[in-house]
């Protein structure tokens, strides 16, 4: 479609949704504005405590907080975009964060320099950076193949088999960073070559006086996020995982492959977990067995707020972005606030809580 038609068919829509509203009563009318505080009332939130943090400290805006936010936003989007996927098939994924430390720990692992003194494989050279990414798919892919192969050939609940897989990678990843005596200790001394393809900047600009550096895994991930745009807009296999998500029998009975797309979308999951911890492993630097702790939660959370619906078939990759943003936005707020750890994770709680519950009334009252 044409992007001017396109932008001028959203202008036509809301004028229609503006002389809609002018017919309704005023009974009618205080229902709409009900429903639509309601509806949005996790954004209304969101908007207002970001007012009250840039009220409270000016720097929350600066253009090195922005940067700071985007940059935090983008090392989580392949993840999000991964369990995205899962949610739309009315599943989730306990396991994701795992398989991001495991991952995560398995670059850095691989990626150490050749001078550093503890390096874990002392006789291996610094591996080809897309060997390294090729690997990390393959193993993030092969977990969300488990998943998806449990998921659909058992019809065990997303939850069951994740929480299993989710105990096994850590197992796993536990026993890996024992490996040659290594004994634990935190995976870095990363080869400075991938440290500067992965965090370092091809683009920067001044502001206030400061030069300020974009991570070159923001454009990285805007990659990830138009791929994964496509796969779910433009191909038969985005299609297919919609119509399972939303009826699985009757997308069945319109000759879809149910168990070949369910494994697929886990899969697909699984890689975009393997990216985040290719990311993760030169963007932390030091790596151990807490690195991808909770990680899932942060992506079920943003991509509830983003519109991916637990119902099943409904969904926007631009939703999973936006969710991504608002939600890393609240914990760079909580931050500025300097507010408790430990409420912060009362407050994501609580995020996820409300973004459920009234994802779940959304639904009732389509109903």
Known sequence: MNPGKAIQNKINGVKQNFAD??????????????????????????IVAIIYTYIQNSNFLSAASIVNIISLSAANLPIACGIAGCIVLTGTDLSA????????????????????????????PVLPIPLVILIVLLVGGIVGWVNGFFVAKFQLHPFIVTLATQLIVYGLLLMYIMINGNNGQPLSGLDQHFNDVVKGSVVSFN????????????????????????????????KNMFAVGSNPEAAKVSGVNVMRTTILVHTLAGAMYGLTGFIESSRIGSNTANTGLNYECDAIAACVIGGVSFVGGTG?????????FLLRIIFVALNFLSINMNMQYVIKGLIILVACAIDMRKYLVRK
């Open 21 to 46: 509203y002018k017919k309704l009563d005023s009974k009618d009318k205080k229902t709409y504005w009900k429903e639509f505080l309601l509806n949005n009332a996790l954004y209304i939130l969101l």
């Open 97 to 124: 964060g795992r398989v991001v430390g495991l991952t995560a720990c398995i670059t850095a692992s691989l990626m150490q320099s050749v001078t550093y003194a503890t390096k874990m494989f002392p006789n291996l």
């Open 207 to 238: 502001a206030g006086g400061a030069r300020i550096a974009i991570p070159n895994y923001v454009w990285l991930a805007a990659v990830i996020v138009i791929i994964m745009w496509f796969i779910w807009n433009k191909t038969t296999f985005g």
């Open 316 to 324: 926007k990759i631009s939703g999973v972005v936006l969710g991504v």
